[in-house]
């Protein structure tokens, strides 16, 4: 009993080995990761089209939950830029933004989102995440970072501006650039330029300074700090609100409320789909990364417990005033970093901002939203990655196709489409690479026992034996395709009077193939040709003798392609049957 409940709540497992190292280690990497998140919270709330407390609010119970049911020492939980675009992107199809209507939306999100990845990790499906390309993940992000970055423009210009595609976003900025605000243009672009600069440049001046490293890199992360309070001044000093410039205003002073979902079955069925594109979506990101930094420190992670620990996180943004939430590379790389020893460092996180939330949101009142906007560009023009596009030419022309068809649908037709079409592009070249497997004709190499592809090697061969080595599980996409490859083979002539399957790569044969295999076998005896295997894996040869085939079989089972060629490269027969084509 205890050891399955450690199992679903991991903080038993890591709780009972916790010291005061480790407390030190966890609590100076949270007072790192709380000056990063508080900027990119109140951001992230502001692209969802929520009030910025609602940033805070999904930044502490859910680090709190994942603490508790998460595997990764490492990631940090929270509202990230791709999930706060496609919150915003699915809730202001069924609410406007600004209303009570729009929140609730917001947290119906979350709650469907959590109990999907909570079904999922129950169930053990974390596998299906694998189905997704990398290739076509990167590709979407690189789409949904240009789009999060043409959507805060807005607010850099100080004008208003709508759409969720490039080509609405761009026709709707020009149409207002007439209205810009002067001054929020300065603020937003000084903002934005000291932001890129405190990336690159920050830290090398400070220990250019004679200041120590650590010190140095905590200052470099405080950037976004120093910019809020920075403009935030520059506001309130010079009366800049009352010029034009939009700020954030009023926030709450509280601890996250206990909020409640809405459950009417047609908000339900609206926000169903993409609460499912969200969850995987955010799965992938998180669980990415997580591994990443896992195997740094040559741990591991379980994405079946990732999912029960998401799916909580969420269910507590949907109680709490949050919306969907997810692991983030920034922040998770940052806690990394700073020396995070175990999930403590999240709930030490959470305890900062909820400090935060409770005793320093009226110092934000004059916060410019352009601040916040380049917090947002900044960080999102680090996903934009181009090179994708040519990596994916120079590997596969396929996996370019997909990768090209997911940033311009993603651009042109909105997040939602260009994430649907992302999980749809990424099944199907799986599909098509795997209805097309390499098949390979061998031959002995001389000398030895080994069999190579007589198109890359100098081989033996019998002109009577074909011996065709299958590269590919076979299923029922692929299954013809090696069907028709042998009729084609040995319907070329009469030579052939053996036809070997190597079968040493295959660790799997569905039913499908099964019939395939038999109706090959069907018409090679008809034609007087043996059929043979080789090398079947035992899983695989406990399946065929669960049906007829080995039975029926026109030919024998070697355990080896050597012991094959040893029995049948000598014994030509002539050819019997009528090898036409069928």
Known sequence: MMHALRQYVPILQWGRTYDRAAFANDAVAAVIVTIMLIPQSLAYALLAGLPPEAGLYASIVPILLYAILGTSSALAVGPVAVVSLLTASAVGQVAEAGTAGYAVAALTLAFLSGAFLLLMGLLRLGFLANFLSH?????????????????????????????HTLPELITSLAAHLGEASIPTLVIGILATGFLFWVRKGMKPLLRALGLGSRLADV???AGPVLAVVATTLAVWALGLSENGVRIVGAVPQSLPPFTLPGFAPDLLKALLVPAILISIIGFV??????????????????????????????LGAAFTGGFP?????????????????TP???????????????????????????????????????????????????YSRADFAAVAATI????????????????????????YKTSRPHVAEVGRVPGTQHFRNILRHEVETAPHLLTLRVDESLYFVN??????????????????????????AVNEVDFSALESLEAINARLRDMGVGLHFSEVKGPVMDRLKRSHLIEALNGRVFLSQNDAWEALAGKARPCTGAAQPS
């Open 479 to 504: 299954a013809r395709f090696l069907e028709d490859l042998v009729q084609s083979r040995v319907t070329e002539g009469c030579a052939i009077t053996d036809v070997v399957l190597m079968f040493s």
């Open 135 to 163: 290739p076509v993940i990167a590709g979407f992000i690189t789409a949904s970072g240009i789009l999060i970055a043409a959507s805060q423009l807005k607010h850099i210009f100080g004008i208003d501006a709508h759409g």
């Open 325 to 341: 939430v997810t692991g983030g590379f920034s922040r998770s790389v940052v806690n990394f970093d700073a020396g995070a020893e």
């Open 285 to 314: 990101e998180s669980v990415s990364v997580a591994q990443t930094l896992a195997a740094k420190k040559r741990q591991r992670i379980d994405p079946d417990q990732e999912l029960i620990a998401l799916g909580a996180a969420n």
């Open 219 to 221: 200052a470099t992360k």
């Open 344 to 394: 403590a460092a999240g709930a030490f996180t959470a305890l900062g901002l909820a400090v935060a939330a409770l005793l320093l949101t009226p110092l934000i009142y004059y916060l410019p939203k352009a601040t916040l906007a380049a917090t947002i560009i900044v960080a999102v023009l680090s996903l934009v990655d181009f090179s994708i596009l040519r990596k994916t030419w120079a």
């Open 408 to 431: 311009l649908l993603t651009l042109g037709l909105g997040v939602e489409i260009g994430v649907a079409a992302g999980v749809l592009l990424s099944i199907a070249l799986h599909l």
